[in-house]
């Protein structure tokens, strides 16, 4: 379903019988509509866009019950783009979550991850990506059992 606003139509058609075992035709018609809510978003390295559907490794992520988070790696500045419809609370770690997000980008906005605050600590790092427990597209967002998503991402040796 794709995000915002969608609507269709139920229709439900049957027979039922009178006292005298004569067949009505019976139906309804109900519109239907839900503003569906979406986190997702595109991460570029630099000006390229990197594609979420292939990650270059795995690392295994102490949160969020998802096991190994896909990870990416950066050769030059990391952007997450949030294309989504809902606000993204971003939170930066290695081991543990902190309680505050480091960033929260709202439709259309970008967060900035340069490539020496990866490269400065140890291997990189884990994003944790929280837009409230609205859904993501499986096939772009590892979602933990948080309702949060997880990427893993590394800088580039020079």
């Known amino acids: 379903m794709p995000p915002g606003e ?4 139920l229709s439900i058609s049957g027979i039922t019988y009178d006292a ?29 866009t990197v594609d979420l559907k292939k990650p270059v490794t795995h690392a295994s992520c102490p949160e969020g019950a998802v096991g190994f988070a896909d990870g990416y790696t950066i050769l030059k500045e990391g952007r997450i783009l949030n ?52 859904t993501t597209d499986p096939s772009l967002l590892q979602m933990g059992n948080d309702g949060s998503a997880y990427i893993w991402l590394t800088a580039a040796t020079s």
């Open 6 to 9: 969608n609507s269709s139509i």
């Open 83 to 134: 294309t989504g419809n809902v606000p993204i609370a971003l939170f930066y770690f290695l081991h543990d979550v902190a309680q505050i997000p480091n960033k929260i980008i709202f439709p259309g906005d970008t967060a900035f991850i340069s490539k020496s605050s990866i490269s400065s600590i140890e291997n990189g790092i884990f994003i944790k990506l929280d837009g409230h427990n609205t």
């Open 20 to 48: 005298h075992k004569v067949i009505i035709p019976v139906s309804c018609a109900a519109n239907l509509r839900t503003y569906a809510l979406l986190m997702n978003i595109s991460l570029f390295d630099s000006m390229s």
